[in-house]
């Protein structure tokens, strides 16, 4: 891994509640990163979405950050970062991305430069690039009007980039070459397949939820257990 250019991974969305499929995008985007022979994943965040979002059955943030927490027990490298949840009002991805790079920027190491002043002292190339992870839906959505701004999809793809991991039914290269803002910096999205299909839709777990089926396999346990213990996505809380 020398020489190559640090990354860190950060997926945005509602959690509600987190799955095994949101878990394997990690694994599948570092993979396929890995594989360029360019880029080492050093970490990845996972930002629950602020309750002002105003989704249809979606728990408190406060839920979804303690599911995201338990899910990620067993990972040595993926963090849930509770900053966006936490803030006043809905923050759009972009800020998001924006909050986590100076973040990341802040946590590098420092050094006492001749006159005694604290300085960053690292070269470039050691500076972790940001990259927003998503699913093919998410790119899809980039072609829906007015949900995201023109200025705001050219940051994101321009100034740090974006992994994107594929599902049937979805035509990644087709909503790339759909839009001249992702066509002109192709460059920056990477496009990974993963090698096991995976259908898994928090949207159909929380309905098998609400009519009391198993999820089991499609949830870590712990998550299964707090959805249990909390009562969450209940038909009567629905």
């Not at 979804?64 to 923050?91: C, G």
């Not at 299964?224 to 809380?237: E, F, G, P, Q, V």
């Amino acid at each position: 891994m020398k020489g190559r250019i640090p990354v860190v991974l950060l997926a945005c969305g509602s959690f509600n509640p987190i799955t095994n499929m949101h878990l394997r995008l990690f694994e599948v985007a570092r993979d396929h990163l890995h594989k360029t022979g360019m880029y080492q994943v050093i970490g990845g965040i996972i930002s629950p979405v602020n309750d002002n979002y105003r989704k249809k059955d979606l728990v408190a943030a406060q839920h979804r950050v303690a599911m995201v927490r338990l899910a990620l027990q067993t990972s040595d490298w993926i963090r849930v970062d509770p900053w966006e949840s936490e803030q006043a009002q809905w923050m759009e991805t972009v800020k998001v991305l924006r909050h986590h790079h100076s973040q990341l920027l802040g946590s590098l190491p420092r050094t006492e430069g001749p006159d005694h002043s604290r300085s960053v002292s690292l070269a470039p190339a050691a500076v972790p690039e940001l990259k927003l992870l998503c699913g093919a839906d998410v790119l899809k959505t980039f072609q829906t009007p007015d949900l995201w701004k023109d200025e705001h999809i050219q940051e994101i793809v321009e100034k740090f980039g974006l992994v994107c991991v594929g599902r049937a039914g979805h035509d990644l290269k087709g909503y790339i070459s759909g839009s001249p803002i992702l066509q002109r910096y192709q460059h920056n999205i990477h496009l990974a397949r993963e090698p096991v299909q995976n259908e898994i839709s928090a949207t159909h777990i929380r309905q098998a939820l609400g009519q009391g089926q198993s999820v089991k396999y499609l949830l870590p346990d712990a998550v299964i257990a707090y959805i249990k213990d909390h009562k969450l996505y209940t038909r009567d809380n629905s």
